[in-house]
Every structure is written in C-alpha cells, then in structure tokens.
C-alpha cells in the first residue's frame, strides 16, 4: 500500500497522477479593475500555490473586438504591471502574452478541422455581440476555437472561469474529444474551476463591472481616484433621503463592501444602512477607504514596476519562452496525427 502522506493525488483512483495544470487568460483592457480582481486574479493567486499554472494575456482575443492598434501594446503592459502587482509569480507561474506564442493562432486553425460550426452559432457571448453588428467579423465566430488552442495547447486540465465562461469551457471539451476520437487521444478534457465571486457588478449597480462600460473601479487606482468612482456608485434606489431606510441585500455598495471591508464591520454597516441611521456618502466612503487600503501594497509595487518597465518587459520575455517550450511540444504531437508532418519523412 502506498504511503497515503506521500503518495500523490489521484494515485490508484483511475485520475491522472500528475498535479493539475491551470491555463487562464484575459483580454487586454488596460490595468485591471474590481472585477477582473474579484472574479479571477484574487483567485489566480491562490492556485499558484498548488498548481502549475499558465495565465495569459490573450491580446489575439481583442482584435475580434472594437480595439485599436495604437493602444493595444500599452494595454497589454497596464495588465501585466495588475498581474504582477497584484502577486502573481512569475517564479512560480508562466505569464506571457498570447501573440508571443505564435502556435496559439496555429492550434486554432488545426481545430477548425473539428470546431463545429453549429455549436459556435449557439454561444451566448456569439450571439449578444453579433446581433449589435451589421457586419459580423469570422473571428468573433470563431474566438471559442482560440480559447480552446490556448488552452488545450499547454493540455491544461484545470481552467479558473467566469460563469459567463462556461459554455466556452463546454466546447472546449467538446474539441478536446472530437479531436481525440478522430486522432488519437492528446488533450485532456479541461474542468472549470468556477471562481466564487459571484457576478461582480459595476458602479451602476446593474450591468457586470467591464471596461467598456465605463462602470469599473480600476485596482490601482489612488485613494482620491477610487473616491472619485466610488463616488458614483448607485445605491439602493428605494432610499432617496438620508434617513431613508435602506436595504442592503439590493445595494452593489453592499455586496463591495462584503469583499473589502472588514468582516466584523460588516453588520454595522447593514445595520445602519437598514435603521437609516448612516448615509449612502458616508457608507461609500468607508467603501473606498476599505478599497483603497486593499491594493496598498499592490499600488506601491505597481509603482515599482513602472519604474522599471525593463524588468515587466524580462518577465513576460521569460514567460514567452516557457510557454513556447510546452506549446512547441504539442504542436508537434498535433501536426504528426494530423499529417502536417510529411517534411519529416524525407528519404536519406
Ligand atoms: N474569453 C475569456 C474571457 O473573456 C478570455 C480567455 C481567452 C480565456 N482564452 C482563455 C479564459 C483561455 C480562460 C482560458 O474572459
């Protein structure tokens, strides 16, 4: 019998002896705001502990988007600074930007022999952007197929997701099987590691906090600047005068406030918001003191790091040839079983 303290996870269970490996990535929207923080970085962090962990920032996503190529380097810089900032290790994990890994847009072209069209049609994020456009882009049809590539190319077992990620996540297994069936078992199916924050709404208290919204709070944001958003964020409508009494189940303030302020603060903060007794300002301002004090260290690294781009510049260079080292091991697995490999068997 196997020692059960050093035997490893999964071991005579039938799973995969190896430890997970995480793959996650985000668009490039700049520097990172409450919800990229609550909704996947908080958790990124973690999963470095225990897994070996691929975060990427998929820069080859945002162009199935308005985006422009004037912006889109800086963008990517401001993310990477929140990363680091924010205490991924680039010790510890693989950060790099997607474009510097050119078998991303190989992969992805390779899994359109399998990407079922039907399916791709049937994505919700597919359709709700699609129906605002006269002219409907191929990539954003077939952005599912690049996120499957970036992540069945480092055959990640272990993906951190939104739930708005989900239906991604499902066809990306589906990929990862129909591609198996037809060539021979390589990827691992991937399971979502569901992040449990929740659905991170923005200042307006209504729609998912993001960028182009213009609803967020960003992460680095000094104290005054947080204030300044803060600010602004809608309260439970219902309460109109100071001494109204208000309901904090239904105020965004609220549920911040459960995120960043601290835990035995908190029944005061409902209490009084319920009795009327403390305004919606004044709750906003213990709220953005709470946020700002949060990010401190971060703040300051990020300072650091700004300082020294070189050293943000080194990190992601590193990260690159990390993941290129891993993607060029799968490309060349997936072009043998696809019969792209024909240059190989020259005759002497
Ligand atoms: N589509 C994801 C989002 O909008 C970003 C993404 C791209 C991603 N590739 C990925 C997430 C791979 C997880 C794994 O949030």
Same mark, same amino acid.
């Given at each position: 019998?196997?020692?059960?303290?050093?035997?490893?996870?999964? $071991?005579? +269970?039938?799973?995969?002896?190896?430890?997970?490996?995480?793959?996650?990535?985000?668009?490039?929207?700049?520097?990172? !705001?409450?919800?990229?923080?609550?909704?996947?970085?908080?958790?990124?962090?973690r999963?470095?502990?225990?897994?070996?962990?691929?975060?990427?920032?998929?820069?080859? !996503?945002?162009? +199935?988007?308005?985006?422009?190529?004037?912006?889109?380097?800086?963008?990517?810089?401001?993310?990477?600074?929140?990363?680091?900032?924010?205490?991924?290790?680039?010790?510890?994990?693989?950060?790099?930007?997607q474009?510097?890994?050119?078998?991303?847009?190989?992969?992805?072209?390779?899994?359109?022999?399998?990407a079922?069209?039907?399916e791709?049609?049937?994505?919700t *994020?597919y359709?709700?952007?699609?129906a605002?456009?006269?002219?409907?882009?191929?990539?954003?049809?077939?952005?599912?197929?690049? *996120?499957?590539?970036?992540?069945?190319?480092?055959?990640?077992?272990?993906v951190?997701?939104?739930?708005?990620?989900?239906?991604h996540?499902?066809l990306?297994r589906?990929? $990862?099987?129909?591609?198996?069936?037809?060539?021979g078992q390589?990827f691992?199916?991937?399971?979502?590691i569901?992040?449990?924050?929740?659905?991170?709404?923005?200042?307006d208290?209504?729609?998912k906090?993001?960028?182009?919204?213009?609803?967020?709070?960003g992460?680095?944001?000094?104290?005054?600047?947080?204030?300044?958003?803060v600010?602004?964020?809608?309260?439970?409508? /219902?309460r109109?005068?100071?001494?109204?009494?208000?309901?904090?189940?239904?105020c965004?303030?609220?549920?911040? !406030?459960?995120?960043? +302020?601290?835990?035995?603060r908190?029944?005061?903060?409902?209490?009084q918001?319920?009795?009327?007794?403390?305004?919606?300002?004044?709750?906003?301002?213990?709220?953005s003191?709470?946020?700002?004090? !949060?990010?401190?260290?971060?703040?300051?690294?990020?300072?650091?790091?700004?300082?020294?781009?070189r050293?943000?510049?080194?990190?992601?260079?590193?990260?690159?040839?990390?993941?290129?080292?891993?993607a060029?091991s799968?490309?060349? /697995?997936v072009?043998?079983?696809?019969?792209?490999?024909?240059?190989?068997?020259?005759?002497?």
């Amino acid at each position: 019998m196997a020692d059960p303290k050093t035997a490893k996870k999964g $071991a005579g +269970t039938g799973e995969p002896e190896t430890a997970s490996r995480v793959f996650s990535g985000m668009q490039p929207s700049g520097e990172a !705001h409450l919800g990229n923080y609550l909704g996947a970085l908080r958790q990124w962090v973690r999963l470095q502990d225990d897994h070996e962990c691929f975060f990427c920032i998929v820069d080859q !996503h945002a162009i +199935t988007g308005e985006f422009s190529p004037e912006e889109l380097p800086a963008r990517v810089f401001d993310l990477a600074v929140s990363f680091l900032a924010v205490g991924l290790d680039p010790e510890r994990s693989t950060i790099f930007v997607q474009s510097d890994v050119a078998e991303h847009t190989e992969l992805a072209w390779l899994l359109n022999a399998v990407a079922p069209v039907g399916e791709l049609e049937r994505m919700t *994020q597919y359709k709700d952007k699609s129906a605002r456009l006269e002219s409907i882009p191929a990539g954003l049809l077939n952005y599912p197929i690049l *996120q499957a590539a970036d992540i069945l190319l480092y055959q990640a077992t272990a993906v951190p997701v939104g739930e708005d990620q989900l239906q991604h996540l499902e066809l990306t297994r589906e990929i $990862a099987r129909r591609w198996n069936g037809r060539f021979g078992q390589l990827f691992p199916e991937p399971r979502p590691i569901l992040s449990d924050a929740g659905r991170i709404l923005g200042l307006d208290g209504n729609a998912k906090m993001s960028k182009s919204l213009g609803n967020t709070v960003g992460i680095l944001a000094e104290p005054e600047q947080v204030w300044d958003r803060v600010r602004t964020a809608v309260t439970d409508p /219902q309460r109109v005068r100071r001494d109204d009494p208000g309901r904090p189940e239904v105020c965004n303030v609220f549920s911040l !406030h459960k995120h960043f +302020t601290e835990p035995d603060r908190i029944p005061d903060i409902a209490g009084q918001c319920r009795a009327g007794t403390r305004g919606c300002v004044e709750c906003k301002k213990i709220l953005s003191d709470s946020i700002a004090d !949060h990010f401190a260290e971060a703040r300051a690294r990020a300072a650091e790091l700004r300082d020294d781009p070189r050293e943000v510049y080194r990190i992601l260079e590193e990260g690159a040839e990390r993941a290129r080292q891993e993607a060029r091991s799968t490309i060349r /697995q997936v072009r043998e079983r696809m019969g792209m490999d024909w240059a190989s068997r020259r005759p002497d």
